[in-house]
């Protein structure tokens, strides 16, 4: 299983440097409001998927799921202090000492051969028009025995949106993306639950989720998915019930279940993993997505505001995943330089048992 060992970030966002040094299988961000918890996700959701020069654009909807794709509308926004000269950089190191990294930067505006569109028609393509350009210049390599970065290689790619509302993609050739991640916003939508458990239906595998939400509500007897949404049967009920009538506890819950006991080797990245859960299912919800990220080979990086949250995955920690666990804290001083503290699991007891405050 590849994991990300250590990550930095630099100009992104509200982030101008951030190092995070010895990632597990299971990484939890802590801090107050603003200190680029969800920034975090972000970032790691660029590396992921660095040979796609449309995600930088993509991102803002993560904030804002209602905002429609608008290409490179508010791109500005990723760029730390909102200054075009701030170049969002990150790079990571991987558990099998492979190297990547991604540098962000937008052309001033530029004339280029793009196409005439009339009506929704593509008339010509030899026709010189307005474009704004985002870029991504990567590298990728392994690390060696003296930490250094041998068999380096780079590549660049373009996505340019035109005066005349087109857009285009450079597709990267001799290049083939090995990582995956996949984004739970804090928000949930009966869509997205449904998406994902159809993919476990069409792999014979919804009773690995089926058997986790029973242990959420007793009640509950199946999980249908339907052309027009997810439905849920209780006992005693005559009727299935759309998801979209049902708890936010219950939504969020499933969705997360769902996506850790679907597509295997990836990164999952959960913002606000509390929001809408009540602390009663925490307990269920830890013992559950830490066991199925291992059995899935899948690497969890979760934000939260909860202490209630941090007790429950300190009592799920035991001599079998203490190992597997890292805790951030992150911090910003007055001069609005960050850090990152780090508690594996061990540390992380001794630290909630002396009563240590994790979330300053």
């Avoid at 008339?123 to 350009?133: D, F, H, N, P």
């Avoid at 639950?193 to 007793?218: G, M, Q």
Wanted: charged fraction near 25%; charge should be neutral.
């Amino acid at each position: 299983m590849t994991l990300y060992k250590d990550i930095t970030i630099k100009n992104f966002r509200g982030i101008s440097e951030l190092k995070l040094e010895g990632l597990k299988s299971v990484n939890v961000f802590l801090g107050k409001n603003n200190f680029g918890k969800t920034t975090i996700l972000e970032s790691v959701f660029l590396l992921s998927g660095m040979s796609n020069a449309s995600l930088p654009s993509r991102v803002n909807t993560f904030r804002d799921p209602a905002q429609s794709f608008n290409p490179l509308g508010q791109i500005e926004y990723i760029f730390h202090n909102v200054q075009l000269q701030n170049k969002p950089t990150i790079t990571g190191i991987l558990t099998d000492k492979q190297y990547r990294s991604m540098c962000i930067s937008l052309s001033d505006t530029k004339t280029i051969q793009g196409p005439i569109v009339r009506n929704g028609m593509l008339m010509s393509s030899e026709q010189k028009v307005k474009a704004i350009c985002l870029s991504i210049n990567s590298d990728y390599g392994t690390i060696n025995s003296d930490g250094k970065i041998v068999n380096k290689r780079s590549f660049k790619c373009d996505f340019c949106t035109y005066e005349n509302g087109q857009y285009s993609q450079d597709n990267v050739k001799g290049y083939q993306e090995f990582l995956s991640a996949q984004y739970i916003a804090s928000d949930t939508s009966a869509f997205q639950i449904s998406d994902e458990l159809s993919s476990l239906i069409r792999a014979n595998r919804k009773d690995d989720v089926l058997e986790l939400v029973r242990l959420f509500d007793s009640r509950i007897t199946n999980v249908e998915v339907l052309p027009d949404s997810t439905y849920i049967a209780f006992d005693g009920v005559d009727k299935l019930i759309p998801i979209s009538m049902c708890g936010d506890g219950l939504k969020k819950f499933l969705y997360i279940i769902s996506c850790v006991a679907g597509r295997k080797n990836k990164v999952l990245l959960i913002d606000e993993i509390d929001n809408g859960i009540h602390f009663s299912v925490y307990p269920l919800l830890w013992k559950s997505i830490i066991n199925l990220a291992k059995k899935n080979e899948i690497q969890l990086m979760i934000t939260t505001h909860s202490k209630e949250v941090l007790q429950e995955l300190n009592n799920t920690i035991n001599s079998e995943n203490k190992d597997d666990v890292s805790v951030y804290t992150i911090t910003k001083n007055k001069d609005d330089v960050m850090h990152s503290y780090r508690y594996d699991g061990e540390n992380l007891k001794t630290a909630i048992y002396n009563h240590l405050e994790l979330r300053d």
